[in-house]
């Protein structure tokens, strides 16, 4: 069976209800690159692309999950804080030994703790990610390193705590890139696709371990990243994972490109990309910014460190972490932490265009999470509930969005009938008035947080909605709108 007739057994595939209705999930980053949880201190990473183009986010990359491939970009910050700090011979796999002596008593209770306390209905785990290092013992060793991963089942702990406290467990993994494989170092455009691995040896071990995690811990999405070796009959990877769960979610980082390498063809890919990063800022600014080739099906889409300004169409889930790193960075300040206030705003911006929110914590080797990042997490948590009904089951209204009358910004979440008006921050006024929504006369509003009844009219073509003169403490409110509601 071909490729293109393989897809088409997936055509008309409906999203899964329970990944619509949560909103939220956390994304963990962990394994040997929390050891030294270093990065640059830079701005985050859509802006360093925009401003300096992929060499220069390379160079400079803030996330800390890319230890490793930093640490070999000649020049960089990283390769410079690792020979000060550790000596230019220490190898990584010094790291993955201490990662695996610290993790294999780590508490993973914790981390689905905070999960659950933010309110997230799904957590995702980097099993294997870009430094080849897996998160559970798997039978299939890596072709370079031998048996190299933790001991310890850390993805099956994890999913056991996962499902304990009523979440589902997703599985992250790097079939794009493996930099022990093919000994690549990205320091370029060109890099980006020529360290994309596809040889046979290479597809079988990625197939066997993505099968191995579907058929251990059934995992409610099946995330990918980077992309998938082009010579993998991918269509029937997806089949047997819908066939072990049918209501899983794949995203959409399972783009098969093609890309010769060696001789003339190689040079010619080196060639256009030293021409890219030269015209860099050439190039509208809407094509300057990290992207990620869709495979052909998927569920989900997932931009990283990036909103919408309108409703997405088909579902988006939104990606990032607390700070701009995923995984743990002690160079970061806590001002590059995102604010408990910050973090309910862009789940509500997120969730009124259709989207979901993946927000990523990194914990230290022994499993732990820094303070700095479970703060903002619990206070989202707090938040949803009490307002968590115009959040999780909700669909997006007509519109995502508008200004009330004093200039608070507002987004709006539809609840079954109802629509929900939900500021971002504290009205300055007691009259919210929100032009673009119309109350007829048996329109009814209430105050989500405490359940109290407000009024509501129709003046001059918008709803007008007394607050009480002392809102309750929060960084948003919802105005849940009933009966005679319209655009």
Known sequence: MSQSSGWARFAGRELPTWYDDVKLGVFV????????????????????????????????????????????????????????????????????EEFGRESADADVDEIAELAAAAGAGYVVLTSKHHDGYTLWPSAHPHPRLGRYGSERDLVGALDEAVKA????????????????????????????????????????????????????????????????????????????????????????????????????????????????????????????????PASPHHDVTTPEYARLETIAETKWETVRGVGHSFAANRNEDPADIVSARELVHMLVDVVSKNGNLLIGVGPLPDGSVPYEQQEPLRALGRWLHENGSAIRGSRPWVLPAGVAGDGTEVRFTRTGDDVNAITLGTPTSTELVLPGLCAGPGARAQLVSTGQTLEVADRGGAARVRLPARLPVSPAHVVRLSGEVRP
């Open 29 to 96: 980053h962990w394994g040997p690159y929390s050891v030294p949880r270093w990065a640059p201190r830079v701005p985050d990473i859509q802006r360093l692309i925009r401003d300096g183009g992929p060499r220069w986010m390379l160079r400079e990359n803030p996330y800390a999950e890319w230890y490793l491939n930093s640490m070999r970009v000649p020049g960089s910050p990283t390769a410079e804080h690792h020979a000060r700090t550790y000596g230019a011979d220490y190898g990584y796999e010094r790291f993955a």
């Open 165 to 292: 406290r009523g979440m589902r467990t997703g599985l992250y993994y790097s079939g794009g890139y493996d930099w022990p494989y093919n000994n690549a170092t990205l320091a370029g455009p060109a890099d980006l696709l020529l360290a994309m691995p596809d040889d046979p040896t290479y597809v079988r071990y990625v197939e066997g371990h993505v099968r191995e995690l579907i058929e251990r811990y059934r995992p409610a999405v099946l995330w990918n990243d980077i992309g998938w070796p082009a010579s993998s009959d991918l269509p029937a990877v997806f089949a047997e994972y819908y066939a072990a769960v049918p209501d899983g979610v794949v995203n959409d980082r399972w783009a098969q490109t093609d890309v010769k390498r060696g001789g003339a063809a190689e040079a010619l890919v080196r060639g256009l990309g030293c021409l890219a990063q030269l015209a860099w800022k050439l190039l509208p600014e809407d094509s300057r910014e990290l992207s990620f």
